[in-house]
């Protein structure tokens, strides 16, 4: 039995990592981790225009959107939007 569990101590487990983006929309919070991509494209939303030429990290994006005026409201319909449109690798979760 000690050499099972030293066997099982000692083992390595890769677990998947999930990218998830979650989204408060009552207090306009937005939680993602920093290694979510956002494929090229073009995001025309309101007063916005992006043109996303490489791929670009979520906190990237955010960072642009926030540059540009972006109430918290627009950030979070445009995440929601690329994730209808499959432009993120990420599930989004709302609350």
Same mark, same amino acid.
């Given at each position: 039995?000690?050499?099972?569990?030293? &066997? /099982?101590?000692?083992?390595? /487990?890769?677990?998947?990592?999930t990218n !998830? +983006? %979650?989204?408060? &929309?009552?207090t306009g919070?937005?939680?993602a $981790? $920093?290694d *979510? +991509? %956002?494929?090229? $494209? /073009? +995001?025309v939303? $309101?007063?916005?225009?992006?043109? !996303?030429?490489?791929?670009?990290?979520?906190l &990237?994006?955010?960072?642009d959107l926030?540059?540009?005026?972006?109430?918290?409201?627009? *950030?979070?319909a +445009?995440? &929601?939007?690329?994730r209808?449109?499959?432009? *993120?690798?990420a599930? %989004?979760?709302i609350n």
């Amino acid at each position: 039995m000690p050499e099972f569990l030293a &066997e /099982v101590q000692n083992l390595n /487990v890769n677990v998947p990592h999930t990218n !998830i +983006i %979650v989204i408060d &929309e009552r207090t306009g919070t937005v939680v993602a $981790g $920093g290694d *979510i +991509i %956002v494929n090229p $494209g /073009v +995001i025309v939303y $309101g007063n916005f225009t992006i043109k !996303i030429k490489k791929p670009t990290s979520i906190l &990237e994006l955010t960072t642009d959107l926030k540059k540009s005026n972006a109430t918290p409201q627009d *950030i979070i319909a +445009i995440i &929601e939007n690329l994730r209808a449109a499959n432009s *993120i690798n990420a599930k %989004v979760v709302i609350n």
